[in-house]
């Protein structure tokens, strides 16, 4: 789904939030299946979506947040001086950033790569970035804690996600920390997507055993995984 690039009064991006806290859990209960791997048609959990609204509805109410209020409060109040080009740039750089924001977490480079699409200078587009993120309104961390919520309801394992979170610039070290590959969960996740797809049906050859197992890889779940749920190794089966 494509996000909206009309710009959003505070007012309504404050009742976006407040709807974004309220029926976030709700829609999420909703929604299910094995979806793509595109960022833009997930909702991501409750809880990555509720931080953020916190986070951005704190912004909506501070007023030296709005770069449309305030402008040249440092400025002499006598003063008729009008915001330069380049500040109209970026408020409006600003004013878009929240507003996809409003709607969920963003990795960087993904916010960075949609504001460009308006024309928007890069330099000017790094530069609010930077700011979004030293006011914490704009999270790497966050987006990557929801989006690995978002997959491993969707029962993807570990690998596929640390992947997917790579191609989407995420530094390794914060992919790692969200994904926690060494998480006992793990085992379970791989055993409930495995009964999804195939039921209480185990291998009883090495071919069937081999599909199986082919199956668990490309979900992204570890040999490990595999043999834990498939409950038997390659050298063990005679085809």
Known sequence: MADSDAPLSERGIASDLEQALSGTASRNAKQGGDGGSSCDACSFDAVGDASAARVLMKAMADSSLDPSLDLHADLDADSDTSPTDQEQEMAAIRRRALNLLARREHARAELERKLATKGSPL????????????????????????????RKERGHGPMRILDELRERKIDDELAAKAVNPEEEGWF???????????????????????????????????????????GTSFGDIQG
């Open 188 to 230: 379970d996740l791989a055993a409930r997507a495995h009964r999804r797809h195939f039921g209480e049906v185990r291998p009883d050859n090495y071919p069937e055993w081999a599909r199986q197992a082919r199956f668990l890889q490309r979900r992204g779940f570890t040999c490990e995984h595999i043999r834990a749920v498939l």
């Open 123 to 150: 330099d000017a587009i790094r530069e609010a970035l930077d700011e979004l993120q030293s006011q914490g309104l704009l999270s790497e961390e966050r987006f990557a804690k929801s989006y690995t919520a978002s």
